[in-house]
């Protein structure tokens, strides 16, 4: 587990670190070069204690697509997105990266508790380096690649200061670019803007669209609201109660960007209105 943990940090795949210094050098790709495929999760199994969560899941995710989990509390979404990422082992199944091995893929992951996830000791600009410092790459290399990093997203934070001197919004900014630095091709995100007030939240929900219109990165975003579920996201996946199953993959087909006012459109409301059907079906039908 505590490899897995530096591995998120890192984003690196589990042999070849000198290759991955390299790839994270390259910049982010062109969302017009966004990768094809799919996330192939087969008979996936997890169960805890008495309580079966997985029970043989099947599920394909598409790449290069932005996708939000929403379902009942505990259904295990987290759990999916932490065994989809290789944080969590499986009881069974298997999970593919367009064929490929977690080990083969370069992740990151984005915590909920920006507050533990940070390093206190760290400056916001040391905490944004660490995964390339521990990936063995040049500094001057780090520093360019930093730079540009923070250029491509006008960030306007006191990258030199100490993350307890910085908002909650703030810090959690430098978490999501400490998980982009090294350009990774899935990114997780468990609730990231959870503990944010609405003002923050609807900030936050700008910040990771441009990233993702920037990169056209794979992106799972687990979120408890269904707004923002649906404004940020190509497809929701609406998953149902234990042992969970898929209720229904929702195609969004909502013109990006997609800004706070996007919330009162008329299909934003079908759309919306629609997972919200499906949603209590599962939590009231049984
Ligand atoms: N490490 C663990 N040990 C025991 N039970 C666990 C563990 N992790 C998760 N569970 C249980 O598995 C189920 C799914 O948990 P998970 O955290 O994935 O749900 P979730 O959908 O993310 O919930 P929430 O909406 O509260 O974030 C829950 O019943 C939870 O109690
Ligand atoms: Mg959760």
């Known amino acids: ?23 994270a050098a390259a910049p982010p790709p062109a969302a017009a070069g966004r990768r094809r495929g799919s996330i192939a999760i087969r008979g996936l199994r997890k169960t805890f204690g008495d309580a079966v969560v997985y029970d043989g899941l099947d599920l394909d995710l598409p790449q290069g697509r932005f996708i939000s989990v929403f379902g009942p509390n505990g259904c295990g979404k ?3 997105i932490n065994m989809i990422s290789g944080l969590m082992a499986m009881d069974a199944g298997s999970v593919l990266y367009d064929g490929r091995t977690i080990g083969e893929t370069r992740i990151s992951y984005v915590f909920q508790n920006y507050r533990e996830a940070l390093f206190p000791w760290l400056r916001a600009i040391d905490n944004i380096h660490y995964p390339l410092k ?5 500094r001057r290399r780090r520093e360019e690649r930093v730079a540009r990093l923070l250029a491509e997203f006008d960030v306007r934070i006191d990258i030199n200061a100490y993350p307890y001197t910085l908002s909650g919004g703030q ?11 090294t350009d990774p091709e899935v990114l997780f995100l468990d609730e990231p803007f959870s503990a944010l007030d ?8 700008e910040q990771i669209q441009k990233i993702y219109m920037k990169t056209g990165t794979t992106t799972l975003l687990v979120s408890h609201d269904l707004e923002e579920a649906v404004q940020l996201a190509d497809s929701v996946l609406l998953l149902t109660r234990r042992p969970t199953r898929v209720a229904e993959m929702v195609d969004i087909d909502l013109p990006w960007p997609r800004t706070a006012r996007i919330t009162t459109h008329p299909r934003f409301v079908d ?4 997972c919200l059907d499906v949603f209590w079906n599962e939590v009231k039908g049984r």
């Open 78 to 80: 987290s759990t999916l």
């Open 171 to 181: 810090q959690q900014t430098v978490s999501i670019l400490r998980a982009l630095v």
């Open 198 to 205: 609405y003002e923050m939240t609807l900030f936050m929900r």
């Open 1 to 23: 587990m505590k490899r897995s943990i530096a591995r998120l940090v890192t984003g690196a795949p589990a042999s070849g670190t000198a290759a991955t210094a390299d790839a």
């Open 271 to 274: 759309l919306k209105r629609h």
């Open 134 to 138: 521990v990936l063995g790459m040049p």
